[in-house]
C-alpha cells in the first residue's frame, strides 16, 4: 500500500495491493476523479482522464471557458447548485438560506494509521499497516470545511473513506446531505449486484443492467432493515465468479442510508452511499464538527469471489474487534422455536441438561423471562427477571453452568412496551410527536435512543444484570423500525438529528457494554437478519441471519450475505422440521450443511429427541468441532453463479495452506431425469499440483478437482439433497 501526492500538481494517488486509485484538483478547484481500477503507473500523464470537451446546457465556473463544466467532469465530492447536474455528494445551507455548496481544494496531509470515528464503527489497524490521505476542502459559498479521508491498509484491496464536516466559520450551518463515497466512472457498462429481499427473505442478489436514470436503493427505517443491505457491486457484464472486473462499496452504518447509481446523459456514471438524506439535517454551530460514517470500497479484476474474500478478510482483521472473531464460537441451543413463551426453570433446565449430554455448549434463554412477559404484548424495557417463572435466576445458571454449559440472555434494548413499568414512568422516553398519532409493530414503541438518560438507563439495567448473573452472551434484538421520529429532548431546529443521534445512542450502548464486559459475546439480531451490516459488526462478531430457519431457503440468504460478509458472523441454527416458517421437512444432514456454514446452534426442542435423534446431533456436533477453524478462518468460494437462487448451488472453503478443503452441494428440487442435467462439483482456490483426498479414499488432483470436478448428479437427484465433501492434501 502506498500514497503517492504530488503537491505541485495537486495529484494525489491510493495504491493497494492490485489498484489504484487517483484524483486531482481540476482548474476551478474542485477535486477531480482521476481512474479507479487495476494498478498504473501514476508517472505517465494522466490530464486527459480529467478534460472534457464543451457539451450543452453544461455551465462552466467563471472564467473557465466552455470546456471541463462541473456538470461533465468526474468528482470526489461533489457539491450542490454549481452547474453539477447530478446527484450531489453534499449540501450546506447558509443562515442566508441558501444551500448552494462548492467545495475546493485546500490542502493535505498524509499520516500512519487511521483515527477512530468518534461514536461511530470503522475500521481500525496499527499505524504501521495503514496509511491516510486528508484531503481539506473548503465550501467556496460559506467558508465551512470537509476533510475526506481515504486509508489504505496493507495486504488489503479495501480503500476506506470518510467524510468530517468542520464549521470554522461563525455561524450555524446546516448539513442536509453528507455522502460518504462518491464514485464517478466515465462509462456505464456494468452491471449492478446489490442484495434485496424482505423479513425471512433477507440479501437475495439481484443482478442487473444499469439504465439510464438513477437506480435507488435504501433505508428510511432508522436501521438498514431487511429490505436491502447497504452495499452494492458494480460488475462487468461478463465478470462473473472467478473473472471479470468488479467494483464493491459497503457502508459502515446500521442507520437509514443511501445507495443511489446515477447513469448521467453522458452514460457516465455516478454512485453515492451515505446517510439518507430523507429525515436528515445536522445543526452545525460554529466550531463543530460532524462525522459521516466510513465506507469501504474494493475492486477485483478477478471476479465476485476475490471481492468477497476481500472484503470477508477486511471485515475479519479491521472492523470486527470482538475477542470472539477468531475463536470457535459455543454451540448453543436456543429455546425460542422450542418454547416461545411457554417455559419454566424446570423446562429451561431440562433442554440445559439434554444440551449438555449431546456436547452443546451454551443455553441461550429467548425472549419471555422479564417483566410479566408471557406474549408479545408487555414488558419490553423491564430488564428484570420474571421470578415466577423462573425462580431463582442466579441458582437456574449456576445449576447451568455446573452441567458444563454457557448462559446467554435475549434482550431487546431499544424497545418498550406500553404495558411496562418503564413506561409508566417515563412515558417521554418513547420516540413519538406528543400528543398525535404514533405506530405500533408487534405492539410495542420504540425509546429514543437518542437521549442520554436513556442510554444510561439501559446500560445500568442490562449491566447490573450481567454483574449479578454468569451470563457470557446476549442476543441483542430490535423488531420493529422507527416511526414518527421525533425527540421530545431536542429543538425544533434539530428534529433531522434524531435519527442518526438514535444509532449513535445504540452503538454507545454496546460500546459501553464492551468497555465494562470486554469477552461479552454479542449476537446481533433485527427480526432475524433486519440489521446485518458492518457498524454492528464492529461490535457484534455474527448476527442471527434470518428468522427464517428452513435450509433450504437459507441458500440464497447466506449466499447472498456472504457476498459482503465472512461465514464466522453468520448466525446459523438447525431448527425443528415441520419448519415453522415454511412447513418444509428436509433432512438433518441438509439442515446441517446450512447450519454449519455458520455460527452452528439448535433452535428446537431437544428434550424431544428420540436415541436416533440424539446419535445424529453428537455427530453433527463432531462435524462442527470438525470442519469449524475451516469454516471461520478459510477461504470462501461461491462455486455456482447466481448467489443460491438457482435450483442447484454449491460452495467451498479453503484453508490457508489449501490443504484442506470442505465443500457444500446442495439441490433444492429434484427433476424428472429428463430434465436433469449432470452434475459436477468444481472446486475453486486448490493447490492444482497437489493430490487430495477424500473422506471415502478416493484421491484426485487439485487441477482435476477445479477444471473437471467431481460427479454428483446422484446424489443431488432428490428434493433438498446435499452432499459435504471433506478433502485433505497429503
Ligand atoms: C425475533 C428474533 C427471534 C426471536 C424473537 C423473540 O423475531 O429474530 O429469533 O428472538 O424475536 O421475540
Redesign the pocket.
Known amino acids: 500500500m502506498a500514497i503517492i501526492c504530488n503537491e505541485a500538481t495537486k495529484f494525489f494517488a491510493l495504491e493497494t495491493m492490485n489498484s489504484t486509485y487517483a484524483m486531482q484538483v481540476g482548474n476551478s478547484g474542485e477535486l477531480l476523479h482521476v481512474c479507479y481500477g487495476g494498478k498504473i503507473d501514476c508517472t505517465d500523464d494522466l490530464s486527459a482522464l480529467t478534460q472534457r470537451p464543451d457539451r450543452a446546457f453544461s455551465p462552466s465556473p467563471a472564467g473557465q471557458g466552455r470546456s471541463n463544466s462541473l456538470n461533465v467532469l468526474p468528482a470526489e465530492l461533489a457539491g450542490f447548485g454549481s452547474g453539477d447536474f447530478r446527484m450531489t455528494a453534499c449540501r450546506i445551507k447558509k443562515a442566508n438560506g441558501s444551500s448552494v455548496t462548492a467545495p475546493v481544494y485546500k490542502s493535505f496531509r498524509v499520516y500512519n494509521g487511521k483515527p477512530a470515528l468518534p461514536g461511530l464503527p470503522a475500521s481500525f489497524a496499527a499505524e504501521t499497516a495503514c496509511r491516510t490521505l486528508e484531503i481539506t476542502l473548503e465550501d467556496l459559498f460559506s467558508g465551512v470545511e470537509f476533510l475526506l479521508s481515504f486509508s489504505v491498509f496493507d495486504n488489503s484491496d479495501v480503500i476506506a473513506r470518510s467524510v468530517k464536516v468542520v464549521n470554522n466559520t461563525s455561524e450555524t450551518v446546516e448539513i442536509e446531505n453528507l455522502m460518504s463515497l462518491q464514485l464517478d466512472f466515465d462509462h456505464a457498462d456494468f452491471d449492478l449486484l446489490y442484495p434485496q429481499g424482505n423479513w425471512a427473505y433477507e440479501r437475495h442478489i439481484e443482478r442487473m443492467p444499469l439504465h439510464p436514470g438513477i437506480q435507488s436503493f435504501g433505508s428510511v427505517r432508522g436501521s438498514t432493515g431487511h429490505q436491502y443491505n447497504p452495499g452494492f457491486v458494480l460488475a462487468a457484464k461478463t465478470a462473473s465468479e472467478n473473472s471479470g472486473e468488479v467494483y464493491g462499496a459497503l457502508l459502515v452504518y446500521s442507520g437509514s442510508y443511501t445507495a443511489d447509481i446515477q447513469v448521467d446523459a453522458f452514460s457516465g456514471i455516478r454512485a453515492l452511499l451515505g446517510i439518507n438524506p430523507e429525515n436528515f439535517c445536522w445543526q452545525l454551530t460554529p466550531g463543530a464538527e460532524f462525522h459521516s460514517p466510513e465506507a469501504l470500497l474494493c475492486y477485483s479484476a478477478e471476479g465476485l469471489n476475490a471481492l468477497s474474500a476481500q472484503s470477508h478478510k477486511f471485515i475479519m482483521e479491521h472492523i470486527i474487534r470482538s475477542p470472539w472473531k477468531h475463536a470457535k464460537r459455543p454451540i448453543l441451543v436456543?429455546n425460542?422455536?422450542a418454547t416461545?413463551?411457554d417455559f419454566d426453570d424446570n423446562k429451561i433446565y431440562a433442554i440445559a441438561e439434554k444440551a449438555a449430554s449431546l456436547g452443546i455448549e451454551m443455553l441461550v434463554l429467548?425472549?419471555?423471562w422479564f417483566g410479566e412477559r408471557n406474549d408479545?404484548n408487555s414488558s419490553l424495557g423491564d430488564w428484570f427477571v420474571n421470578t415466577d417463572k423462573l425462580g431463582d435466576f442466579a441458582a437456574l445458571v449456576k445449576r447451568i453452568n455446573a452441567l458444563g454449559l454457557k448462559f446467554g440472555l435475549?434482550f431487546?434494548p431499544e424497545m418498550i412496551s406500553e404495558k411496562s413499568k418503564l413506561y409508566e414512568k417515563h412515558p417521554e422516553w418513547v420516540l413519538c410527536v406528543p400528543g398525535k398519532r404514533r405506530s405500533y409493530a408487534?405492539n410495542q414503541l420504540i425509546l429514543d435512543m437518542s437521549r442520554k438518560e436513556v442510554v444510561d438507563y439501559l446500560f445500568e439495567t442490562i449491566a447490573g444484570l450481567l454483574k449479578e448473573i454468569h451470563i457470557e452472551y446476549i442476543?441483542w434484538?430490535m423488531?420493529r423500525n422507527l416511526t414518527e421520529i421525533f425527540s421530545a429532548a431536542l429543538p425544533a431546529g434539530q428534529q433531522g438529528e434524531v435519527a442518526h443521534r438514535y444509532v449513535m445512542g445504540v452503538y454507545e450502548l454496546h460500546e459501553r457494554l464492551l468497555q465494562a464486559f470486554p469477552d461479552l459475546l454479542i449476537e446481533g439480531?433485527?427480526?432475524?437478519g433486519?440489521r446485518f451490516d458492518a457498524g454492528m459488526l464492529y461490535y457484534a462478531p455474527q448476527i442471527?441471519c434470518?428468522?427464517d430457519s428452513d435450509a433450504l431457503e437459507r441458500i440464497p440468504i447466506q449466499l447472498g450475505t456472504s457476498l459482503f460478509y465472512p461465514c464466522s458472523s453468520m448466525g446459523a441454527h438447525v431448527s425443528v422440521c415441520p419448519n415453522h416458517q415454511t412447513g418444509r421437512s428436509v433432512s438433518y444432514d441438509f439442515r446441517a450443511a446450512l447450519a454449519l456454514g455458520g455460527t452452528f446452534g439448535y433452535?428446537l426442542d431437544i428434550t424431544k429427541f428420540t436415541a436416533e435423534e440424539d446419535k445424529i446431533i453428537r455427530e453433527q456436533v463432531a462435524a462442527y468441532h470438525k470442519y469449524n477453524d475451516l469454516v471461520r478462518e478459510g477461504r470462501f468460494f461461491r462455486l455456482s453463479e447466481g448467489f443460491g437462487r438457482t435450483n442447484c448451488a454449491a460452495w467451498c472453503w479453503v484453508s490457508d495452506d489449501r490443504q484442506e478443503v470442505l465443500a457444500v452441494a446442495v439441490c433444492k428440487q429434484a427433476r424428472p431425469c429428463s430434465q436433469e442435467p449432470f452434475k459436477r462439483l468444481r472446486f475453486a482456490g486448490l493447490d492444482a499440483g497437489k493430490v487430495y483426498t477424500l473422506e471415502d479414499g478416493r484421491s484426485f488432483h487439485g487441477s482435476t478437482l477445479m477444471n473437471t470436478g467431481i460427479d454428483v448428479t446422484v446424489a443431488l437427484s432428490k428434493d433438498a439433497s446435499c452432499v459435504m465433501l471433506y478433502l485433505k492434501a497429503k
Open positions: 436456543n425460542w422455536e416461545y413463551f429467548d425472549d419471555g408479545d435475549w431487546e408487534r442476543k434484538d423488531n439480531c433485527s427480526g432475524g433486519g442471527w434470518s428468522d433452535e
